[in-house]
């Protein structure tokens, strides 16, 4: 992790270690309830706590140490929920292919990496501009047709397009 990411002041240190302490076995049972599982509630949590750590700064102003960590937890949730549909839908995509025509394990496992580069990029984008990008690129939607659907502008929709193709410019390079 570089230096500019990881607890700078034995205040923040203190800080991170005092919120872990106290939130922890509570982060993980709000996690575990929404995620009915065990493993990956703990993982979450750490994965949460990993967040503080990047922004350790925050924590001596903060007044609602488990709102803090719900919207963290909540981001988490949106990520993890977001990941499994795009992988259902490919594993459906997939069952309903012929044999012949399956992909090879080399060439399935190319595909679930690019998915979750995809998946990653799209999480960059702001919820309405994924969408709008997701409609035209996923769904063949037109520019008009999305802003009539999202309730925006064309404009808007021409915008959102070309912040989601630089990303993918991006992701390409």
């Not at 992790?1 to 034995?10: D, I, Q």
């Not at 709000?30 to 993982?43: E, I, V, Y």
């Not at 709102?67 to 929920?81: E, K, N, P, Q, V």
Request: hydrophobic share 45%; aromatic share 6%.
């Amino acid at each position: 992790m570089p230096a500019s990411s990881s607890v700078t002041s034995p205040a923040s240190a203190l800080a991170v270690q005092a919120l872990y302490q106290d939130h922890h076995s509570w982060l993980v049972a709000l996690l575990r309830r929404r995620l009915n599982c065990p493993h990956g509630a703990a993982d979450m949590a750490q994965d949460a706590f990993v967040r503080v750590l990047v922004r350790p700064d925050a924590l001596p102003e903060l007044r609602e140490p488990r709102a803090y960590l719900t919207t963290i937890a909540r981001g988490l949730l949106h990520d993890h929920w977001r990941r499994r549909s795009l992988e259902q839908a490919w594993l459906d995509t997939l069952a309903a292919l012929p044999e012949h025509l399956a992909p090879s394990p080399e060439d399935t496992l190319t595909i679930r990496q690019t998915l979750q580069q995809l998946d990653d990029m799209l999480g960059r984008l702001a919820p309405k501009a994924r969408e709008v990008f997701v409609l035209s690129q996923l769904q063949g939607l037109g520019y008009a047709q999305i802003a009539a659907q999202v309730g925006i502008g064309e404009r808007t929709v021409k915008r959102y397009m070309a912040q989601g193709f630089e990303l993918c410019l991006a992701l390409m390079e």
